[in-house]
């Protein structure tokens, strides 16, 4: 009897009892704007007016009317007809939201493709630049090529000297000797025809007297 009772009173009283267990976020719907009030009827005096969209937090709700509190710098107390609050985004604000996340997007795509425009702009000048290089490069295998065949050619020209200046140098000695042999030998020429003269000479004088003698 006496749990028929509670549970008579339970579902009797209890929904009529301000409803304060925890505080969840609405949002106002679609009406232009609400009025917020003192207390939760309309004779009590209207403290500030709440446009379609803007959020409040909800402390209690009672008879059709729900305790508030405004999510904004006022942070204002008081009530409003539930009637007029959702807990879903209003649809006006879901579509302020999605121009919002569009714009974004938009802003993102355009920012994206700019990009991507430049590093293929980039792409196309480092494309150049790597020919550029490619054709120095080639230019500068041939100057090598063409120097290391001159080097050779030098090289062999510098042998050549070498084996020239060595031929010369023999050479030169030869003639140096060819020379001694020479002076050697004129000397000794010389020196012949000189004691051959005065040989003759000795012979001429005494064969000269021998004759002057015997015409005598």
Known sequence: ?????????????????????????????????????????????????????????????????????????????????????????????????????????????????????KVEQERMHLKEALAQSTDLLDETQKKLEEIIRDSAGYLNLKEKAEHLEKERDTLLHENIALRTQTRNQALLIGGSLVFGGLFLGFFWGRRQKRYSSRLL
């Open 1 to 117: 009897m006496r749990y028929s009772f509670f549970l008579l009173f339970f579902f009797l009283f209890v929904p009529g009892l301000p409803s304060s267990l925890h505080a969840e976020q609405a949002y106002v719907t679609d009406s232009l704007e609400i009025s917020v009030r003192r207390g939760p009827t309309t004779a009590h005096r209207i403290l500030r007016f709440i446009e379609s969209g803007h959020p409040v937090k909800i402390l209690e709700e009672n008879d059709g009317w729900s305790h508030i509190q405004t999510l904004d710098s006022a942070s204002t107390k008081g009530w409003v007809l539930s009637r007029y609050l959702t807990r879903k985004l209003p649809l006006r604000i879901q579509v302020l939201q999605l121009e919002d996340e569009n714009r974004n997007l938009t802003e993102r795509f355009t920012s994206t493709f700019d990009a991507l425009e």
